[in-house]
């Protein structure tokens, strides 16, 4: 009989041994679902340590977006000063050239009387000048009167004009005029690179018919690209000339690209920003003109209110702290976070001044309370 009592006790004593452990081991969650409260073995094994709001200083970043952009003189717009038929167009957007290498030609019948009236003029002048200088002898010796060497030279210095400008008409539309002659005639002339560069836009295909006023390729050269950014009023006054600025862009943001302002715009837009640009200190052969950019902007260092990094937690889109309540709870608030500089990030929300926050395992409890893994 001694000995069945002694069984039951100890029997009694391991299941309450048992269930001891197992409520050391539960996480009591209360009705609100954003606080738990830990056991002292709990908080221990999860490496809880608190700590309050400092104040450090942190440096004020400017976020702003814009694109990859080139000078004026980078981008060149490409027609012809006739129209005509496009041909050998076979240049696509993208493509490389050289300045000087044909793009397309163009024909025209324009051309062959433009250069037949530089020829028929360049043949006239020469019996003209015969002419002129003959009757110039002649007027100085009387043997003929005044008034017919005036004609003379009259004739000679209009047909001496009317070479120079069919001459100027057939450079303008692209033919040199010292080399045409009876038996070299064209009626169709090149189209050339006027910079080296890549072909951005490509609007001729063969056989198609361009006026005057139509641009047939616009070419970037990409070699002095820079930064163009945009700025809101508000934050004009933190700009100045030769300031740093960090880019990147959205397919790989922990790359940066850094710049210096070279250029701050003066006129605002309807929404009230202007346009700054920055120039690339190194070469930068990955970015293209277009190519849409986000950048940073340091800004002085100013006193701060701050939290160790480790102790803000983020969950569906937003960043949450742990602080600590009486009675081993831990309730989880939502805050608004800043920059972060020296693994300490901004804090925003005033009402956690004195509060006592979660500054280590804090991503433990998040875990526990939402049963993440």
Do not use: W
Request: net charge neutral; glycine share 4%; with cysteine.
């Amino acid at each position: 009989m001694y000995k069945n009592i002694i069984i039951i006790a100890a029997f009694l004593f391991l299941a309450s041994c048992n269930n001891k452990k197992t409520e050391e081991e539960t996480v009591e969650i209360s009705s609100n679902s954003n606080v738990a409260t830990l056991s002292d073995a709990q908080i221990k094994n999860a490496g809880i340590e608190l700590g309050k709001i400092e104040q450090k200083d942190i440096s004020e970043i400017l976020t702003l977006n814009g694109q990859i952009d080139v000078p004026p003189q980078n981008l060149y717009s490409v027609s012809v000063p006739m129209g005509g038929y496009v041909k050998n167009a076979k240049l696509l957007e993208g493509t490389f050239v050289k300045k000087g290498q044909v793009l397309c030609t163009i024909e025209n019948q324009d051309y062959i009387q433009m250069q037949e009236d530089y020829l028929m003029a360049k043949t006239k002048i020469t019996y003209a000048r015969e002419d002129f200088e003959r009757q110039r002898e002649l007027n100085k010796s009387k043997a003929t009167s005044d008034k017919v060497f005036q004609q003379a030279k009259s004739e000679y210095n209009s047909l001496l004009v009317e070479l120079k400008s069919n001459g100027a008409k057939l450079k303008y539309a692209g033919i040199n005029p010292d080399r045409i002659s009876s038996n070299n005639i064209t009626k169709s002339i090149g189209v050339y690179a006027p910079i080296s560069g890549y072909i951005s836009k490509a609007n001729v295909n063969a056989g198609s018919y361009v006026n005057a006023s139509d641009i047939l390729y616009e070419i970037i050269n990409p070699s002095d690209i820079h930064l163009a950014l945009k700025v809101f009023e508000k934050d004009i006054h933190n700009l100045s000339i030769g300031q740093t600025v960090f880019a990147y862009t959205n397919a790989n943001p922990t790359k940066k690209y850094t710049a210096k302002i070279i250029l701050i715009g003066n006129d605002f837009t309807e929404d009230r920003s202007i346009t700054i640009h920055g120039h690339f200190t190194e070469a930068t052969p990955k970015l293209l003109p277009g190519m849409y950019m986000n950048a940073e902007i340091e800004l002085s260092s100013q006193p701060s209110n701050v939290l160790p990094a480790d102790a803000i937690v983020s969950f569906e889109n937003k960043n949450y702290v742990f602080v600590a309540k009486a009675n081993k709870q831990f309730e989880m608030k939502e805050v608004v976070i800043g920059n972060t500089e020296n693994d300490y990030t901004q804090i925003s929300t005033a009402d956690l001044q004195n509060s006592k926050i979660v500054i280590k395992g804090a991503y433990a409890l998040l875990m526990t309370l939402k049963n993440l893994e």
